[in-house]
């Protein structure tokens, strides 16, 4: 079994999404981390729920940035961590992490990239910019993370509509349903050709 680690930010209706698919599925995998910058959020507690690990870890708590970096570092390795995804996670993966894990760690986002992707694009940001664009389709993309914000390898993808009456949450309740499948079905995928 893969060992997964899923950084979150937020609600981690992704993560919750991915820890079912997981049971229900029987993949081959197991979530044993949940790590977050924010100590309380809808995800922390769902792991807590869960009896899944729950760390809180902010660069706040370190006096530099690589003192952060080493210690995200030494979490997952002295975890075994094979797999990171991330679910809602609003930082940056410090470089020295994206280095190590190459083609290990993953993200999704709420757009059909390469559109409504890099610095300062996320969550309802995205859907106001995709409304204002006059696009008619509008989605979700799973992808690996390198240094390039938003650019690494795409590995899934799906769209959904946009109507012409959304407003960017009604838009973005669409896409984040649509992530749902998503998430787990790249996840199956990754499983596949990673064995
Ligand atoms: C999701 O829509 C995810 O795609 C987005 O944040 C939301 C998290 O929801 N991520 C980004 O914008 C990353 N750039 P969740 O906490 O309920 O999974």
Known sequence: ???????????????????????????????VLCLSNRSQCGAMDFAREYEIESLHLSETQFRTYDEFASA??????????????????????????????????????????????GHGMYGMR?????????????GATVHFVNEEYDKGRIIKQNHVPVLPDDTPETLAERVLLCEHR???AALEKLLDEQP
Do not use: W
């Not at 997964?4 to 081959?28: D, Q």
């Not at 995205?126 to 509008?138: L, N, Q």
């Open 1 to 31: 079994k893969k060992r997964l680690a899923v950084f979150c930010s937020g609600t981690g209706s992704n993560f919750k999404a991915l820890f079912h698919a997981i049971i229900e599925r029987a993949l081959p995998a197991e979530i």
């Open 72 to 117: 995200m570092l030494q979490a997952l390795r002295e975890r075994r961590i094979d797999l990171i995804m991330l679910a809602g996670y609003l930082r940056k993966i410090p470089d020295a992490v994206i280095a190590a894990y190459p083609e290990k760690i993953v993200n999704i986002h709420p757009s059909l990239l390469p559109q409504f992707g």
């Open 126 to 138: 995205v859907h106001e910019a995709v409304i204002a664009s006059g696009e008619t389709r509008s």
């Open 182 to 184: 998503l998430y787990p």
